[in-house]
Nanobody
Framework: QAQLAESGGGLVQPGGSLRLSCVASEGTFARYSLGWFRRAPGKDLEFVAA????????YYTDSVKGRFTISRDNAKNTGYLQMNNLNPEDTAVYYC??????????????????WGQGTQVTVSS
């Protein structure tokens, strides 16, 4: 079973940038859609972005559109989330996930089979 490991989190000032990475432990990474989710303190898990396997379409929650970019490098079994112009509301534990969600569920946890342990992102001055 594929295992995912996130990295790249940390403490950043408002307006700063971070790039999160999600490395898959096996070569099936290319067969799956990629998603990023986050959980802020005291809040539920929230969809952030997805990169659909079929067609390479990308999807973002409204609050990160224009600031975050999801991408992948299948040769490296790695997914990315480039986060720019961060603000304190982006503070959360970020999780990557892979799977085969149907289009109508790509913004939910349904269909994502594999999950990482998460990486903390803190935006504070």
């Amino acid at each position: 079973q594929a295992q995912l490991a996130e990295s790249g989190g940390g403490l950043v000032q408002p307006g700063g940038s971070l790039r999160l990475s999600c490395v898959a432990s096996e070569g099936t990474f290319a067969r799956y859609s990629l998603g990023w989710f986050r959980r802020a303190p005291g809040k539920d898990l929230e969809f952030v972005a997805a990169l659909r396997l079929s067609g390479g379409y990308t999807y973002y929650t409204d609050s990160v559109k224009g600031r975050f970019t999801i991408s992948r490098d299948n040769a490296k079994n790695t997914g990315y989330l480039q986060m720019n112009n961060l603000n304190p509301e982006d503070t959360a534990v970020y999780y990557c996930a892979t799977g085969v969600p149907i289009l109508s569920a790509i913004r939910t946890t349904q269909g994502y089979r594999h999950w990482g342990q998460g990486t903390q992102v803190t935006v504070s001055s």
